[in-house]
């Protein structure tokens, strides 16, 4: 089936679904976003664009960074064996069964997050860009623009409102630091991660930047090798696994992409070797994923036989 008349026909069936979902209220810059919004893109890696609804209104990416953090922490490690040591003697890649900002694990677990895409373990890898960049969000936002060939900025009063709501991840990061899993000043960590979370990206600049994962590590667009093949296999591993927190089963069983969500109501997808696809609805379902993102990519991948399996 022609990719345009699939994404048509895709985003037909998934809109209705969001009116089962709730969207984002613990900040009001979430609290505000319009449910009836909608967007899909599909980005083939010749740089063919296929897109329907709302693709090019800027939304925070919020835990969608966290891909893009891992990425440029496995960047400044330089090569396999440091990332071994520096990134997963300190966080797992084990799926958490347990909501994105749960403390529980945590203490059982002694300070290691179960994997890089819950909260706990964003902070870890924000507190490795600390100390391996000069300035960690002006570095993610290079990276982000690099992928996407546009300009993107943080919005302000987002990361402030992340900050002011932030004892959760605060939580973490003290228990973190009491089993020595945290090196930099608890404040300094956080306010990398809020400020990662509150990059302003497009359903269509999501799409393209997550292209250099389904080209085996290279931007299809300048042709730079931005992780090894070998890496941008280990991050997609981790997106299928954990990306979408406690409905990872469920994603692999219905999308079958490695996938990320934000709780703005973001979800890109990797297609290897065919599209880097995102899928923007605010309203949620339990565990914090877009619902009717989650119906569109399901009836996507199922019309252009896209699963990986
Ligand atoms: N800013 C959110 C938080 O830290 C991000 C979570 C998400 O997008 N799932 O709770």
Same mark, same amino acid.
């Given at each position: 089936m022609d990719i345009t008349q699939a994404i048509r026909a895709a985003a037909e069936a998934a809109r209705?679904?969001?009116?089962g979902g709730k969207v984002a209220d613990y900040i009001p810059q979430l609290r505000e976003l319009d449910p009836h919004r909608f967007g899909l893109a599909v980005v083939e890696l010749d740089g063919t664009e296929h897109v329907e609804g709302d693709v090019d209104i800027p939304f925070a990416i919020q835990s969608m960074s966290k891909v893009f953090a891992l990425t440029l922490a496995m960047q400044q490690c330089g090569g396999e064996r440091a990332v071994r040591r520096e990134i997963w003697e300190r966080v797992g890649?084990?799926? =958490? !069964?347990?909501?994105?900002?749960?403390?529980?694990q945590l203490e059982h677990e002694c300070g290691?997050?179960?994997?890089?895409?819950i909260n706990a373990g964003a902070l870890v890898i924000a507190d490795l860009l600390i100390e391996n960049c000069d300035e960690p969000v002006a570095e993610i936002l290079n990276l982000v623009a690099e992928l996407t060939g546009e300009t993107i900025s943080l919005d302000p009063a987002t990361a402030a409102a992340e900050e002011q709501f932030s004892d959760r991840n605060r939580a973490m990061g003290s228990l973190m630091a009491a089993f020595d899993?945290?090196?930099?000043?608890l404040d300094q960590v956080l306010d990398v991660y809020n400020k990662q979370c509150s990059l302003m990206m497009s359903a269509r600049q999501l799409a393209r930047s997550v292209r250099f994962l389904a080209n085996d590590?290279?931007?299809?667009? =300048? !042709?730079?090798?931005?992780?090894s093949s070998s890496l941008a296999k280990r991050v997609m591993a981790v997106m299928l696994t954990?990306?979408?927190?406690?409905?990872a089963g469920e994603f692999a069983f219905s999308v079958g992409l490695p996938c990320k969500s934000g709780v703005a109501g973001g979800i890109m997808a990797v297609a290897p070797d065919h599209s880097g696809i995102c899928v923007w609805s605010p309203p949620l379902d339990a565990a914090g994923n877009s619902l009717a993102g989650r119906v569109a990519l399901h009836d996507l991948t199922d019309r252009l036989d896209l699963s990986i399996f």
């Open positions: 209705p679904a969001a009116t890649r084990e799926p =958490s !069964g347990d909501p994105f900002n749960s403390l529980v290691i997050p179960r994997n890089p895409m899993n945290l090196v930099n000043p590590g290279i931007d299809p667009a =300048s !042709g730079r090798q931005v992780l954990c990306g979408t927190y406690d409905a």
